[in-house]
């Protein structure tokens, strides 16, 4: 496997777009989790998904942010509009829930710049 | 906030030499993990140690558990100039969520 696949690696925008990061996680696993690091605040969680349906999205920042999953291979973290303060790296991670004691696997990232 | 806190937040030593670094959390947990992160890159899982144990070895890394001071370190021995990295604990609660702490970033000088 690949591993999981984040895209695009590098973002670049103008305050007040819309960026949509995406995710492809590792096949097979069940959870994925968005993460937003900054040298600030270090590694959020944001949201985190199992089977597809959000369990948990208390760590989104503000309504502007918003996740989806609309399949097992696929989802999308969007900011609309994006801001200055929204400048990060976004990482995706999978694990494979209805095991305990399981890992989380980590794409490289997409670092946003929002100037 | 539910994340855990690594201490040393900056790390230097000599090739060769031990590192440990220390990690604190504020909840029960299943389990608590270990991670590694290269600069610009993602993390990558170094070794997992369940809420039952105490010590667990893997290769040059050691990691204590004490879930009655709710704290964990880990030792990486003998240390290599590719050791240098910003390391990170993680929490994985009932919920399988796994949070993050704030990371000790660590210098192996050759």
């Known amino acids: 496997d690949a591993g999981v696949i984040q895209s695009p690696r590098h973002e670049v925008t103008e305050m007040g777009q819309e960026v949509t990061l995406r995710c492809k996680p590792i096949s097979g696993h069940n959870s994925l989790f968005w993460y937003r690091q900054t040298m600030m605040r270090g590694l959020e969680l944001l949201i985190y998904f199992n089977n597809n349906v959000p369990i948990d999205d208390s760590g989104m920042p503000e309504d502007r942010f918003s996740a989806k999953m609309p399949n097992a291979s696929f989802s999308t973290l969007k900011i609309q509009p994006s801001e200055p303060r929204d400048s990060a790296v976004y990482f995706c991670a999978s694990s494979y829930l209805l095991r305990q004691n399981t890992e989380a696997f980590f794409g490289q990232g997409t670092r946003l710049t929002v100037v | 906030s539910q994340q855990g806190e690594e201490d040393p937040q900056a790390l230097s030593i000599q090739e060769g030499e031990n590192a440990t670094m220390n990690c604190s959390y504020k909840?029960?947990?299943?389990?608590l993990q270990w991670y590694r992160q290269n600069s610009g890159r993602g993390l990558v899982h170094l070794i997992l140690i369940r809420s039952n144990e105490r010590e667990k070895h893997s290769g040059r890394l050691r990691v204590t558990l004490d879930t009655s001071k709710k704290s964990s370190s880990l030792l990486i021995t003998a240390s290599r100039a590719a050791d240098t990295a910003s390391y990170f604990c993680?929490?994985?609660?009932?919920?399988?969520?796994?949070?993050f702490g704030t990371g000790t970033s660590l210098t192996v000088i050759p």
């Open positions: 909840t029960s947990i299943n389990n």
């Open positions: 993680a929490t994985d609660n009932t919920g399988n969520q796994f949070y």
